[in-house]
């Protein structure tokens, strides 16, 4: 016996709308799905370990600090960004690392060593060692970072 199967011209018809606009669809939504997710994956991938320099740098209990140079990539330029950073340690192995950018607008702050705390002159702000608002309009500690130590270096966790 055989059977042939037969799709009338509506059924073809159907199958074809479905088809082509699955294939649209396709088309529109993969494009669409990476400009979204796409700045997150990449923000993901520019988080690299930053070398700082050596630990030996850092006195016990004085915030000490590090300026380094990156290359960030946008589209096809290539820019060089100055960090800096500000790192502590109370024990020789356990060390934070404290952004020295105010987080009211911007300015530079810098370690006072006789008031034992950060300064801020754009709007007389002052943090603690460990970055906390002590008075000033700031409405956040400074940032803070990962921070590690290997064999004798220091790097933060940073680029975003
Ligand atoms: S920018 Fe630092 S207090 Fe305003």
Known sequence: ????????????????????????????????????????ARKEEEQNWIRLGSV????????TLFKTEIERQTGWITNKEELSFYVFTENGRDFVALSNICTHLG?????????????????????????EVISGPPPRPLDQYPVKEEDGQLFVLGGG
């Open 107 to 131: 300015c530079r702050v810098r370690w006072i060593a006789d008031q034992g705390q950060f300064f801020c002159p754009c709007h007389n702000a002052a943090f603690a060692k460990n970055g």
């Open 1 to 40: 016996m055989n059977e042939k199967r037969t799709i009338d011209r509506r059924g073809f018809l159907g199958f074809m709308t479905w088809a082509i606009g699955g294939i649209i669809s396709a088309g529109f939504g993969i494009p669409a799905i990476a400009y979204i997710i796409g700045p997150a």
């Open 56 to 63: 030996s740098k850092v006195e016990l209990g004085t915030p």
